[in-house]
């Protein structure tokens, strides 16, 4: 079997493009979810793999990234994790907006080559771990972003869990979702509302409405 090539797998199966609600970046996304999802079952040699989302920029990742962007002050400065990052979009765009440094974490085995294409599409470079940082404490930074991060009971859980202990430390604590299943209901604040367009590739409507959450402390 030919080594894995995450960087070549990307720019040959996905296209830059900006992103619809924040246009002022452009990242390496595909235009369809099951094609490159079947591509990546077959280059991994496994099927059932997580979709990856890498190779689209979700409507809570979307909401987070134009309000970074939007409220410079929030990030100016600053040390940022982008937890679960995909693409990198969060990451990239508190950069954009003058945070310090920014760490992309996500353990999808392509999502080291997606954050460094995309964040050289964008003239930066990000930090990238592969580590699942929920099987330890929160790192010491100054902001946590977290996008999307709801679609399953487990994962919810144990995110929110995780952010609640952040943010416990004393890490300040930003959440994009479109109120998903899995949402948590106590404890968040939202700060601000997003008409995010999106497809019905991804979504049940081809414009989904995301909001930008604190995590009180």
Same mark, same amino acid.
């Given at each position: 079997?030919?080594?894995?090539?995450?960087?070549?797998?990307?720019?040959?199966?996905?296209?830059?493009?900006?992103?619809?609600?924040?246009?002022?970046?452009?990242?390496?996304?595909?235009?369809?979810?099951?094609?490159? =999802?079947?591509?990546?079952?077959?280059?991994?040699?496994?099927?059932?793999?997580?979709?990856?989302? =890498?190779?689209?920029? =979700?409507?809570?990742?979307?909401?987070?990234?134009?309000?970074?962007?939007?409220?410079?002050?929030?990030?100016?400065?600053?040390?940022?994790?982008?937890?679960?990052?995909?693409?990198?979009?969060?990451?990239?765009?508190?950069?954009?907006?003058?945070?310090?440094?920014?760490?992309?974490?996500?353990?999808?085995?392509?999502?080291?080559?997606?954050?460094?294409?995309?964040?050289?599409?964008?003239? #930066?470079?990000?930090?990238?771990?592969?580590?699942?940082?929920?099987?330890?404490?929160?790192?010491?930074?100054?902001?946590?972003?977290?996008?999307?991060?709801?679609?399953?009971?487990? #994962?919810?859980?144990?995110?929110?869990? =995780?952010?609640?202990?952040?943010?416990?430390?004393?890490?300040?604590?930003?959440?994009?979702?479109?109120?998903?299943?899995?949402?948590?209901?106590?404890?968040?604040?939202?700060?601000?509302?997003?008409?995010?367009?999106?497809?019905?590739?991804?979504?049940?409507?081809?414009?989904?409405?995301?909001?930008?959450?604190?995590?009180?402390?």
């Amino acid at each position: 079997m030919t080594p894995l090539d995450p960087a070549a797998f990307i720019l040959a199966h996905t296209r830059l493009q900006p992103v619809s609600h924040a246009p002022e970046i452009s990242l390496w996304l595909a235009d369809e979810v099951t094609p490159i =999802w079947r591509l990546t079952e077959e280059k991994l040699g496994e099927m059932g793999v997580p979709p990856p989302f =890498w190779a689209f920029a =979700w409507a809570g990742g979307q909401a987070l990234a134009r309000y970074l962007l939007d409220h410079p002050d929030r990030v100016r400065d600053r040390g940022v994790l982008d937890f679960a990052a995909g693409s990198g979009l969060v990451g990239i765009a508190a950069l954009k907006a003058g945070a310090a440094s920014a760490l992309c974490a996500d353990i999808d085995p392509f999502c080291r080559a997606a954050v460094a294409l995309n964040a050289e599409a964008n003239g #930066m470079t990000l930090d990238f771990t592969a580590d699942n940082l929920l099987d330890r404490d929160p790192p010491p930074v100054d902001l946590i972003c977290a996008g999307d991060v709801f679609y399953e009971r487990p #994962m919810a859980e144990a995110v929110i869990a =995780w952010l609640k202990a952040a943010r416990a430390q004393g890490t300040e604590v930003l959440i994009g979702d479109p109120r998903r299943s899995y949402f948590p209901k106590g404890d968040l604040i939202q700060l601000a509302e997003y008409e995010v367009p999106t497809t019905r590739e991804l979504e049940d409507q081809a414009v989904k409405r995301s909001g930008v959450y604190g995590l009180e402390g």
